[in-house]
């Protein structure tokens, strides 16, 4: 069954360095999201992407945010920045169709960023 | 904010049915109801949803009220690996996680 993949499992960085979080979403999908889960708490919508532009976005997805999709294949999530309190699990997601439809988002296992 | 209230937690004896409730009262007409669960955080697995009617696949089955205002997710055999946070969601465009349900197994 395919799947949503996510590169690095577990990313470490210094305070004030960029990162860069990458996913490969399902082939067939046409909608990207980006959630983040902090050690203990619930997981949170940070972006939604559709047809090579953000759709929305939550309050937590400041300037230091950037989403891209680079190439046919590939979803990025920059931080440009990093502090300590963007450590957390970053999840991408993917789907078939957006807004109000019964297509279900799909999830990857998710990049554990430490920012020290 | 999540539009569901779900209880924090629940046990279930191993073998038995577990049922978890979710109540969604201000559901509108064209929202469907979507149960994930999330292991030890792995990210969050698709398990079923729903828009009216009952529906089941091969994980768990979805009872929708006539109302549509709650919902029970049906896992018909618990296993040990069926321990996990299990959130019921109403989506319109993007899915919002409440805290869920969070299922012990019991062996």
């Known amino acids: 069954e395919p799947e949503v993949t996510q590169t690095p499992s577990h990313q470490v960085t210094q305070m004030g360095q960029e990162v860069i979080l990458r996913c490969v979403p399902i082939?067939?999908?046409?909608?990207f999201y980006w959630y983040r889960q902090i050690l203990g708490q619930k997981v949170e919508f940070l972006v939604s992407?559709?047809?090579?532009?953000?759709?929305?976005k939550s309050e937590i997805f400041d300037d230091q945010f950037s989403v891209e999709r680079p190439d046919g294949s590939n979803f990025t999530l920059k931080i440009r920045s990093t502090k300590l309190e963007d450590s957390a699990m970053y999840f991408c997601?993917?789907?078939?169709?957006?807004?109000?439809?019964?297509?279900?988002?799909?999830f990857g296992n998710g990049t554990r960023l430490t920012v020290t | 904010d999540a539009k569901t209230t779900q209880p924090p937690s629940m046990d279930c004896a191993e073998g038995r049915a577990a049922n978890l409730p979710c109540n969604h009262s201000?559901?509108?007409?064209?929202?469907?109801v979507y149960w994930y669960r999330q292991i030890h955080s792995q990210g969050p697995q698709y398990i079923i949803h729903?828009?009216?009617n009952n529906e089941t696949n091969e994980m768990a089955s979805l009872i929708i009220t006539e109302d549509r205002k709650s919902s029970t997710l049906i896992l018909p055999h618990a296993t040990l690996r069926d321990t996990a946070v299990y959130y019921c969601?109403?989506?319109?465009?993007?899915?919002?996680f409440g805290k869920g349900t969070r299922l012990h197994i019991l062996p």
């Open positions: 992407f559709y047809n090579n532009e953000i759709s929305e």
């Open positions: 729903g828009l009216k």
């Open positions: 997601a993917s789907t078939t169709r957006g807004v109000a439809s019964n297509s279900p988002l799909h």
């Open positions: 082939s067939n999908h046409l909608y």
């Open positions: 969601i109403v989506r319109d465009d993007k899915i919002i």
């Open positions: 201000t559901i509108s007409g064209n929202e469907y």
